[in-house]
């Protein structure tokens, strides 16, 4: 069956530019999560849907950082002014409960 | 503030033999306890999970064995192949939060296995 996929799988951008990320979670997973992974270290929260809800921004580093998913489904990760700082894996996951399904990633590299 | 502490930062085994990864928590309010194996490449896969009620859950090769006095959980990996080699990630996350149940991940294994 189809798992979560995740849009572009590799954006390079120069500093100063706006990207956004696109994750498609599994069909019918009510819960989706991103994360921001650097270089050789775990998983980092940023955010949480409930649906079309957000009900956790918490982990987002600064005001530069918004997501959205507003059908309840595909949601997007949206970074202004990227600094080279924002360099990283960004991972989406899904779930239905507690198990959570991870995305391949969207590494992105900021020059 | 680390909340989840794993060790060792990396690990060469030889095929056969036993890998073991440790990780320590702060928080008590944590109660799912989850390890991910990640590929180069890609995203993490859960190998296998537990809650504070049981001490120990054994998967196939893979056990979770679970100290909540000691607030340590570790992962063995019994007769290692060289298709383990990944990284591992131990994982935490409350309940309390509704549905909210953001994961806290360790820094992460990197294991070896030699053919």
């Known amino acids: 069956g189809a798992g979560v996929s995740q849009s572009p799988r590799y954006k390079v951008a120069k500093r100063g530019q706006d990207v956004a990320l696109r994750c498609d979670p599994i069909?019918?997973?009510?819960?989706l999560f991103w994360y921001q992974q650097a270089l050789g270290q775990g998983p980092e929260f940023l955010t949480y849907f409930q649906n079309e809800a957000q009900l956790d921004k918490s982990g987002l580093p600064s005001d530069r950082f918004f997501a959205e998913r507003p059908e309840g489904s595909v949601s997007t990760l949206k970074i202004q002014r990227t600094q080279q700082e924002d360099s990283a894996v960004y991972l989406c996951?899904?779930?239905?409960?507690?198990?959570?399904?991870f995305g391949p990633g969207t590494r992105l590299t900021v020059l | 503030q680390q909340q989840v502490k794993q060790s060792p930062q990396s690990l060469i085994v030889q095929k056969g033999g036993i890998s073991i990864i440790n990780c320590a928590y702060e928080n008590t309010a944590f109660d799912y306890f989850p390890w991910y194996q990640q590929f180069p490449g890609k995203g993490p896969a859960l190998l296998i999970a537990i809650r504070p009620d049981v001490s120990e859950k054994k998967e196939g090769r893979f056990t979770i064995s679970f100290n909540k006095s000691a607030k340590q959980f570790s992962l063995h990996i019994m007769d290692s192949q060289p298709g383990d080699s990944a990284t591992y990630f131990c994982?935490?996350?409350?309940?309390?939060?509704?549905?909210?149940?953001?994961?806290?991940f360790g820094k992460g294994t990197l294991l070896t296995v030699n053919p």
């Open positions: 994982a935490a996350s409350e309940g309390w939060g509704g549905s909210n149940y953001k994961l806290t």
């Open positions: 069909s019918g997973h009510v819960s």
């Open positions: 996951a899904s779930s239905l409960s507690r198990e959570q399904f």
